[in-house]
């Protein structure tokens, strides 16, 4: 089977197939432009929900795979729109057939120049054949290298958070071999980027040749690029290809230098987004939380306007809370942190990490009494006392949620601030501000 394409017949049957390939080209774009536009907004929410709470690594994955859907469908939208305009010249060609300079009638400086610029019809068909032909290639070799980029980033995770901070293996192991780990992919990285910028550069050098190969040879397992390495020596070794790659470069960056201008209608209007006292975060009201990826930020209240006997006080839980706690009450920490990614298959004896149930109870009671302890809230000038429970709000974000009771405060505008304790360097005990949320009552 692995001869078959010595084989007259199949070379035949890929002549065949390379003339046809424009509808299979049109179907693949239209169903992928569909399904592009169809997770967009489920990877923004993801973007948004890993931005909230602090998820590192997800976080990186929604950014790349958001950049990723971008570029393939601005790609496939210029494919489907040069291969409409390829199939309305065919068309044209087949009515009128190649352009008569003559019956034109035009003055010899026109028509000379004409002649010379168009050339003839089927030239032009033949470019926009060639055109459409390798920018449906590239964007679909874009999907490679966005999946190597993300998996080169997500080993140099992996890396620091299994084996360097894992406190399962010895400490002269994990920090001697995850170094030399880390300082291979940081280079090889480096090496590879500079190598595929230059297209090649690296491979052309002899001295050079032989330091990057060892690199060269374990990225190709790591960003899997054997899978798709014939696809990039098939562009590199043509000038038209070279061209085109060359080209969407400088037409991406373009595309972000635009998308970032806006019109702006104020000089202070920006600056107030700055100063929670003045401004309204859509944000930090529960109510204005309408569409899907609309999550809170820090904290919310139900509303901007407060009827009720109570207010719905609801702070968001990040990793960045959690670490808090662990400094204000280091008895908190456990020896073995298990925030991140985590496998569920054990190497160790699964009861030598095991706590009673009572326990793991206990602790986790103290956890919620430590963090009521370093928060207060406080509307104007009245103090509350903390009575945290977690729970979730209603974008099924977890957090942290309590009810303060309003029978005690005046009509009109007020501020509810969160304040949070916390121990400097000095040991002292200060007091900072995490959240500033104006709203107004008025009994119902």
């Known amino acids: 089977m692995s001869d078959n394409f010595k084989n007259r017949k199949f070379q035949e049957l890929l002549d065949r197939l390379q003339q046809d390939s424009w509808q299979l080209e049109l179907i693949i774009s239209g169903f992928a432009i569909f399904g592009l536009f169809t997770a967009l907004p489920e990877i923004q929410l ?69 002649k010379k610029k168009i050339v003839s019809f089927d030239r032009y068909v033949a470019i926009l054949e060639n055109y459409c032909s390798v920018l449906f290639a590239v964007s679909f070799l874009l999907i490679f290298y966005v999946i190597s980029i993300t998996i080169t980033i997500l080993s140099i995770v992996f890396i620091s958070t299994f084996l360097i901070s894992n406190e399962q293996i010895s400490k002269e192991v994990r920090i001697t071999s995850g170094v030399i780990i880390l300082i291979f992919l940081s280079i090889g990285s480096i090496l590879v980027f500079i190598d595929f910028i230059t297209q090649g550069y690296l491979k052309k050098k002899k001295w050079l040749s032989k330091l990057y190969f060892p690199f060269y040879w374990v990225f190709s397992f790591i960003t899997l690029s054997f899978l798709y390495r014939p696809l990039v020596y098939n562009f590199l070794d043509n000038k038209f290809t070279k061209r085109i790659s060359f080209l969407l470069v400088p037409i991406y960056i373009a595309i972000t230098f635009l998308s970032s201008f806006k019109f702006q209608t104020s000089n202070y209007l920006e600056s107030t987004k700055l100063n929670s006292n003045i401004y309204l975060n859509t944000k930090e009201y529960e109510d204005m939380l309408v569409e899907k990826n609309d999550l809170v930020k820090t904290a919310s209240i139900q509303s901007k306007v407060i009827t009720t006997p109570y207010i719905n006080f609801f702070k968001v839980f990040t990793e ?115 959240v500033v949320i104006p709203f107004w009552y008025y009994k119902d």
């Open 46 to 114: 993801a973007l948004t929900i890993s931005e909230t709470e602090k998820q590192f690594v997800t976080f990186v994955v929604a950014i790349v795979a958001l950049i990723a859907c971008y570029i393939l469908i601005f790609n496939l939208l210029l494919h489907v729109t040069l291969r409409g305009l390829w199939i309305g010249a065919l068309g044209l060609r087949y009515v009128s057939g190649d352009i008569d300079f003559e019956t034109l009638n035009y003055q010899d400086r026109f028509k000379n120049y004409l």
């Open 320 to 434: 960045s809370v959690e670490d808090r706690i662990y400094k204000y009450h280091p008895s908190l920490k456990p020896e073995n942190d298990r925030r991140g990614f985590q496998t569920g298959m054990s190497f160790t004896n699964g009861n030598s990490n095991r706590i009673s149930r009572k326990k793991r109870d206990s602790l986790a009671r103290k956890y919620v009494e430590v963090f009521n302890e370093m928060y207060e809230v406080n509307i104007d000038t009245i103090n509350f006392k903390s009575d945290f429970l977690i729970g979730k709000n209603t974008k099924n974000q977890t957090g942290f949620q309590t009810f303060i009771p309003t029978k005690n405060l005046t009509d009109g505008k007020h501020i509810l601030r969160l304040k949070r304790k916390y121990i400097n360097k000095k040991k002292d005990t200060l007091k900072s501000i995490d």
